[in-house]
């Protein structure tokens, strides 16, 4: 399995500082961002696995609703994290 709890806890941990911070924004984009270059990475050997398709898609989707929040609640934070993360917009 690719994400595992360490795995996950290490995401959180540095983004935001804490293993148990699960719920933040951050934290939660992160973990979006990790597993949309997963996803990615099996499309690119399996074209044809729709269903993997659809989840990558709303995946997208999901992070952007994320980031459109943190950007109209804490432009700073937002800012941040895509620096971090190295997104593009």
Known sequence: MY???DVKKNI???ITGSE???GSAEGQIA???HR???LTEHLKKNPKDF???R???ALVGKRRKLLNYLMNTDIERYR???KELGLRK
Do not use: C, M, P, W
């Open 3 to 5: 994400l595992t709890s």
């Open 36 to 38: 949309i270059k997963h």
């Open 55 to 57: 989840s990558l898609i």
């Open 20 to 22: 148990t911070n699960t």
């Open 12 to 14: 959180f941990k540095e």
């Open 80 to 82: 941040a994290i895509i």
């Open 51 to 53: 269903g993997t398709q």
């Open 31 to 33: 973990l979006f961002s």
